[in-house]
């Protein structure tokens, strides 16, 4: 069956270190990876996307890897900050078309100070 | 601001009531998808509508449906509400490829605020 996994369900860092998420999918194969960032009782914010023929995409501290023989994507947050603090969460499509996006169930993200 | 609107922004009804949730798509953007969130379910994937015609469906139960308008706002409806219903619903818009193959060829999408239903 069709799976994407998100690494842990919460992760814990100290303010200025990198926070790494780990998104694993099987029985897919995506055209894009979407990372999307979530606070509590809003809708998600999309933040970065990566293609399959991609490797690796930058946006200010914000850095994607994506690995389709692993079947993977990681998502680092440099010199993390308490405002960082958030549910993410990795969506991809299914190599088609149609724009439908399947998301995992996200990964909560706490820095403190 | 992602420029999707919901309305309304809560709702609290009772069991076996019907409901209607309301979206307005960013400017431009002719798909519309639907989402629900629940605290043991995540964020799945309902249905999507493309310039007002259904384009994919998920996991929508029968007793709910869509529509998106000639203007592309969209309504669901949730009808012979649950207690299991209660959850937040959220509506998201993208640029899609659509048939003609123009435009990006990736699905970024913007999601509204969301209507959190209550059914008591």
């Known amino acids: 069956s069709q799976k994407i996994e998100q690494n842990s369900e919460a992760l814990n860092i100290q303010e200025g270190k990198t926070a790494t998420l780990t998104c694993n999918y099987t029985?897919?194969?995506?055209?894009?990876l979407q990372w999307y960032r979530q606070d509590p009782g809003r809708g998600p914010v999309f933040l970065l996307l990566i293609r399959e023929n991609e490797k690796e995409k930058r946006k200010e501290r914000l850095k994607v890897t994506f690995d389709t023989t692993l079947k993977q994507s990681l998502f680092h947050i440099t010199a993390s900050q308490p405002a960082d603090s958030a549910t993410y969460l990795c969506?991809?499509?299914?190599?088609?078309?149609?724009?439908?996006?399947?998301f995992g169930r996200g990964t909560q993200l706490t820095v403190w100070p | 601001d992602s420029g999707v609107t919901q309305t309304p922004k809560h709702l609290i009804t009772a069991t076996g009531q019907r409901v209607t949730l309301r979206c307005s798509p960013r400017s431009g953007d002719l798909s519309v998808y639907w989402y629900q969130q629940s605290l043991d379910q995540g964020l799945q994937f309902l249905i999507q509508y493309y310039n007002g015609e259904e384009r994919a469906k998920g996991n929508i139960l029968e007793r709910f449906s869509a529509q998106q308008f000639p203007d592309l706002h969209s309504e669901l409806n949730l009808s012979s509400l649950e207690l299991g219903d209660s959850a937040l619903y959220f509506c998201a818009s993208s640029v899609d490829l659509g048939t003609s193959g123009r435009g990006p060829a990736y699905n970024e999408q913007f999601f509204g605020p969301g209507t959190r239903l209550t059914v008591l």
């Open positions: 029985n897919y194969s995506p055209a894009y």
């Open positions: 969506a991809l499509d299914r190599g088609s078309t149609l724009g439908r996006l399947y």
